[in-house]
């Protein structure tokens, strides 16, 4: 099936999630290096719970946009990246990403990134995007700093990480002008 592509980078582009990519997430979601640093890093995915995943953000368009990540060069799926908790009341969202981990140090997170900061603010006409981080995630932190975010807070050793103890979590937020101007 031929992928609609929503925003295309230098490096990466943003496209339609497809029904035949959930295999690969699926695999990717379950992978300890890339789970360590999102949500309950000790989950642990069955194959149907991922189907039912992509039938929820499927169904809950408004409230969550979810890309797949694709590398221009091979064309190939290598991450996904999500706006979620789309709020048009208050003009906000929350962003989070991952890459599989033979894409990592490309600066492809990066760039995607940026490209959904275009779809929020130029698209969905958000005032505002924001992310949380874990502390010893330098690499995520990296990625918000080089888009323009800016870090406004933390929870103080809040989230349990696997084999490296209780992190801090950092809250960070970037304003549509602000990145107009960046
Ligand atoms: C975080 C993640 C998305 C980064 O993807 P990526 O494509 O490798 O990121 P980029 O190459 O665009 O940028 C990473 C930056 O962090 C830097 N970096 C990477 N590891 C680092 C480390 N341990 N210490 C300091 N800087 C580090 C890189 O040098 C680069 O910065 P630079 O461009 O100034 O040199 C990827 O590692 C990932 O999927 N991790 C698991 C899931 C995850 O953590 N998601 C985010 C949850 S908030």
Redesign the pocket.
Known sequence: MQRPIILTGRKVSLGVLLREDIPKVWLWYNDR??????SSPDAVFYFEDEMEWYERIRREKEKHRVFAVIENRSDSLV?LIGVHKINHKNGHAEI??????Q???????????GLALEYCFKWLNLRKVY????EY????????E?NGFKLVGRLKKHVHIPEEGFADVLFYELFKDEWESF
């Open positions: 290096d890339v789970r360590r640093y999102l991450g989070g990403y991952f890459l599989s981990k894409y990592w140090g490309k600066r492809y997170a990066t760039e995607a990134v992310a949380r981080v874990y995630n330098v690499a995520s932190q990296r990625v918000l080089k």
